[in-house]
């Protein structure tokens, strides 16, 4: 089925009306149709342009103007940096826009000259983050437009100077990020000569910077992983302050080097750069990664001592659950099991949240709940009442009503709304439990002690509470 882009920006279905339309118009009340439309816009007629001539040097013009216009009316530094007001404007808006359209107009193939745009917007772009400390808000659009390029150069009539384009761009800017990856298509083997050959005359006989700080260092990794070098990939992520142990032993384990891999996930390991998936940048491995290819090595110590480690760090669920993977494939769950729930209990003296995870995570709401009794509920306190809506509906309608009374303390009238919400939950649970008369005293008791704040009596009578 056909469909076209309405000013909703949404795809629609032509109806069978105007396809039997269409369907019925010669070629000359075609063409004049298709010129009536295209007046109506002027993308339409950029787009009508370029179908007839690729290379339209006029239309290549306008977008540069639109290109032009739309980064002159980025300003990074607006209002309040403290503001989320919605009606805020950056003006990245107007360069997503631009890019919509270039979008289109490769959807219907013009590579060549929007490819030129994406180079001039790519240079415009890069010239905002180097004269501005705020240039973080450009990610989105930098990235969108490093992306359509790599589709603009498909079939590049001078891979060389494609080549040598990039190379400058990276030397001068560095960023917005065009890699290697963004152009390996569509360089053929001369272009591939000149690329190597300045990046060569770039690097130069010094040694080798580091890949994530210095853009020729960063050049010579992408050509290693290109080529499939790994010993050469790993050499330039060894030679900085700090090893790439993430980096490195990934490479090596998609190598098949598992030894090697092994080796240098030791020293990851006496380095302290283990750490949780979220923290797994190029320097740190990942913990999971680690103890799955300690398992496979036939490890199992070494794999109970990283998991362990990890969540010694931060009590989380998300370790422990770790922990109990690995110790349930080593044999060893119950005892494991055990210490971490010793462990969690030695430090519960804050605040038992840690506590109450562990224990629903192993679906055991008897002692969440004695923990919650022992320590407090803390920053656990919903999923323990989500957790209990059906054994503990009267514990969890009390620990409802203890948090919204504790947020009462302060007058805050955007509060409002959630926490009358909680106290329809603690109601609901009262009912549930056959408790609705301790709800209403309950509800009964605190209309009586915030009967001054009119707001908050407001949002109870919306919710229909005594």
Known sequence: MRTVIGADGVRHPVS??????????????????VLVLASYSP??????????????????????????????????????????DEDDDDGITAV?????????????????????????????????GQSSDNAGALVGVAERACELYARAVEGHPDPTALARWILGFRMEYGWPSLTLATVAHALDDPAWVAYRDRVAALAG?????????DEVAAMLLELADHDGDTDAAVTLLS????????????????AGQTALALHWLDRAVAAHAVGHPWQALHTTVSAPVATRAYLDAGRPDA???V?????????????????????????????????????????????????????????????????????GAGQAWRELVDASEDDYPLRAARLCLAQAEAQLTTPNSKQY??????????????????????????????????????????????????
């Open 96 to 128: 997503d826009e631009v890019l919509d359209e270039l979008e289109r107009h490769l959807d219907q193939g013009a590579h060549p000259i929007v490819g030129q745009v994406l180079e001039h917007l790519l240079a415009r772009i890069g010239d905002l």
């Open 307 to 375: 998991a362990r480690d990890q969540f010694a760090v931060d009590l989380s669920e998300t370790a422990y659950r770790l922990l109990c993977a690995v110790a349930d494939e080593s044999g060893d769950l119950a005892e494991q099991r055990t210490w971490a729930i010793e462990e969690a209990t030695s430090r519960a003296g804050a605040g038992g949240h840690h506590l109450i995870w562990l224990h629903l995570s192993d679906g055991n709401l008897t002692d969440a709940w004695a923990a919650a009794d022992a320590h």
């Open 43 to 84: 993308e339409a007629m950029r787009a009508l342009q370029l179908l007839a001539t690729p290379d339209n040097t006029h239309v290549e013009t306008e977008l540069v103007r639109m290109v032009d216009a739309a980064i002159s009316g980025v300003d990074l530094d607006y209002g309040d940096p403290f503001s989320y």
């Open 205 to 213: 006989n010094a040694p080798a910077g580091d890949p994530y700080r």
């Open 239 to 254: 030679c900085g302050p700090t090893p790439y142990y993430g980096e490195i032993v990934g490479r090596l384990q998609a």
């Open 16 to 33: 069978a009306e105007v396809e039997e339309f269409l369907a019925g118009l010669d070629d000359l009340s075609v063409r004049e149709l």
């Open 417 to 466: 709304p959630s926490i009358v919400a909680l106290l329809v939950r603690a109601r609901s649970l009262y009912d549930k439990a056959g408790h609705n008369e301790e709800a209403v005293s309950h509800l009964i008791r605190l209309r009586e002690a915030y009967r001054r704040r009119p707001a908050l009596m407001a949002e109870l009578n919306r919710a229909h509470l005594p």
């Open 303 to 305: 794999a109970l001592a």
